[in-house]
């Protein structure tokens, strides 16, 4: 009997501590951190759009998304192959949720250069093709190896988007 009623106890405190749950942090960077789907357009030293979706790539996906340090003050921009193949490190600031390269910085996917400038993110500014609310992202990129801008009357381009929703309606 006195087996019976410690192996019942062991089992009524193993299922009671399986129970607990454990609190899941999110990274350093998490408020401009996402999965974003975007549009490209070619712009001129002011902003003003020169060639809109200037390689017919309609939208598109790309990421943003911590270090491996895990701070609040860098994250990556990643295309993902989609546009220029371009990975490249940025300066974040979580409070204002801005972000930006310190001048040309090195493109982890292949060697060129690359200035991202004006990187935002707004909350709920984007209605996304369902009609529902997302947050928005906004930045200009531009590279070295980019031949054309001379030759166009661009600058650099304009990447901006909504946050993924994962709704089909979206896509």
């Given at each position: 009997m006195k087996r019976a009623i410690y192996v019942l106890m062991m089992?009524?405190?193993l299922a009671l501590t399986s129970c607990?749950?454990?609190e899941v942090g999110g990274t350093a960077t998490q408020s401009l951190a996402g999965e974003w789907v975007v549009t490209v357009d070619a712009v001129d030293a002011n902003g003003e759009t020169?060639?809109?979706d200037p390689f017919d790539s309609g939208h598109i996906m790309m990421n943003t998304y911590n270090?491996?340090?895990n701070t609040a003050t860098e994250m990556w921009v990643d295309d993902l192959t989609n546009f220029w193949e371009f990975k490249v490190k940025v300066k974040a600031?979580?409070?204002?949720?801005t972000f930006a390269t310190e001048g040309a910085a090195q493109n982890a996917v292949y060697d060129c250069k690359v200035t991202i400038d004006g990187g935002k993110v707004l909350l709920k500014a984007a209605t996304t093709p369902s009609g529902?609310?997302?947050d928005s992202i906004v930045f200009y990129v531009g590279f070295d190896d980019d031949d054309n801008p001379a030759a166009?009357?661009?600058a650099k381009y304009k990447v901006s988007g909504y946050r993924y929703t994962?709704?089909?309606a979206d896509n």
């Open positions: 089992v009524a405190g607990e749950k454990d020169v060639i809109e270090t491996a340090a600031d979580t409070q204002t949720l529902m609310p997302a166009y009357g661009y994962g709704l089909a």
